[in-house]
T-cell receptor, first 114, second 111 residues
Framework: EAQVTQNPRYLITVTGKKLTVTCSQN?????MSWYRQDPGLGLRQIYY???????DKGDVPEGYKVSRKEKRNFPLILESPSPNQTSLYFC?????????????FGSGTRLTVV | TQLLEQSPQFLSIQEGENLTVYCNSS?????LQWYRQEPGEGPVLLVT?????EVKKLKRLTFQFGDARKDSSLHITAAQPGDTGLYLC???????????FGTGTRLQVTL
């Protein structure tokens, strides 16, 4: 089944403890992206990648890192999480062909930083 | 700054009613997508429109892209409880690797 898989689905952590949210897609998509979703603010793009070793900042990149060493994986790294990073996170991917092709989203990771 | 404004934010209607959701921007987009999101899941693409004035139909859903490619609308005819969800518009520029999402319209359809 074609899908984007995120792990974990739920995570509670403490301020300052480094964490990684993994994302993997099995559709050979070139583009991958991370979003966070907050009430009243909608989905905001954190980082995106157009291919292996090609990443760029989205609208809210502060406090996050990403890497794209393999086409299928696009992990999101929080080096020193803070409470304002408590949010619902989504990874998404799409092929590079066709500007109108939509993203396929994962099921989300709900992160709580205390 | 939110580049895409959706209205209304909330909509509660009865089964069988018609409704329209609007997505407006002061910016021009090369493509406009509509997604529906259900609780506990990620957004799922409904449609993409790329040409100014374009109209697309998906069963009871009709999507329109404004002539100037700054706005879009989603019209649902004879709404059903299964239409309940969060509807999101998203604008793309160029290759659309970077999408800007609207704040969403939460629709509830009751029997």
């Amino acid at each position: 089944e074609a899908q984007v898989t995120q792990n974990p689905r739920y995570l509670i952590t403490v301020t300052g403890k480094k964490l990684t949210v993994t994302c993997s897609q099995n559709m050979n998509h070139e583009y991958m992206s991370w979003y966070r979703q907050d009430p009243g603010l909608g989905l905001r793009q954190i980082y995106y990648s157009m291919n292996v070793e090609v990443t760029d900042k989205g609208d809210v990149p502060e406090g996050y890192k990403v890497s794209r060493k393999e086409k299928r994986n696009f992990p999101l790294i929080l080096e020193s999480p803070s409470p304002n990073q408590t949010s619902l996170y989504f990874c998404a991917s799409r092929p590079s062909t066709g500007a109108g092709t939509g993203y396929t989203f994962g099921s989300g990771t709900r992160l709580t930083v205390v | 700054t939110q580049l895409l404004e959706q209205s209304p934010q909330f909509l509660s209607i009865q089964e069988g009613e018609n409704l329209t959701v609007y997505c407006n921007s002061s910016s021009v987009f090369s493509s406009l997508q509509w997604y529906r999101q259900e609780p506990g899941e990620g957004p799922v693409l409904l449609v993409t429109v790329v040409t100014g004035g374009e109209v697309k139909k998906l069963k009871r859903l009709t999507f329109q892209f404004g002539d100037a490619r700054k706005d879009s609308s989603l019209h649902i005819t004879a709404a059903q409880p299964g239409d309940t969800g969060l509807y999101l518009c998203a604008g793309g520029r160029g290759t659309a690797s970077k999408l800007t999402f609207g704040t969403g319209t939460r629709l509830q359809v009751t029997l």
